[in-house]
């Protein structure tokens, strides 16, 4: 198991940016692929992104290709998501993820869950 918290969300205008970090608990963050997921008001939860254990390959659903970056920093158990050109359809609860399987997180059903933080976008 791995504890996660996520920070970094606010209140953000149309095309601007945000970076949302998520620190993770214990000595074994290097063994965990991680994601991102949100989940706006009235609809399921989605993928966003994710990045193997070694940081090496990563993942994006389409919404995000292009303008959301994942990352990693072992050395801080932190994974990160640069948000860039923000859209009003951005606004979301935040999700970090962490599971052995980078397929599980892409799949939608990561074994450890953060609790969320708010990303709002204004017209």
């Known amino acids: 198991q791995v504890q996660l918290v996520e920070s970094g969300g606010g209140l953000v205008q149309a095309g601007g940016s945000l970076r949302l970090s998520c620190a993770a608990s214990?000595?074994?963050?290097?063994?965990?692929?991680m994601g991102w997921f949100r989940q706006a008001p009235g609809k399921e939860r989605g993928f966003v992104a994710a990045i193997s254990y070694t940081g090496g390959t990563t993942y994006y659903a389409d919404s995000g290709k292009g303008r959301f970056t994942i990352s990693r920093d072992n050395a801080k158990n932190t994974v990160y998501l640069q948000m860039n050109s923000l859209k009003p359809e951005d606004t979301a609860v935040y999700y970090c993820?962490?599971?052995?399987?980078?397929?599980?997180?892409?799949?939608?059903?990561?074994?450890?869950w953060g609790q969320g933080t708010q990303v709002t976008v204004s017209s």
């Open positions: 214990g000595r074994t963050f290097r063994r965990y692929a």
């Open positions: 993820a962490a599971d052995t399987s980078v397929n599980s997180i892409r799949s939608g059903l990561p074994t450890n």
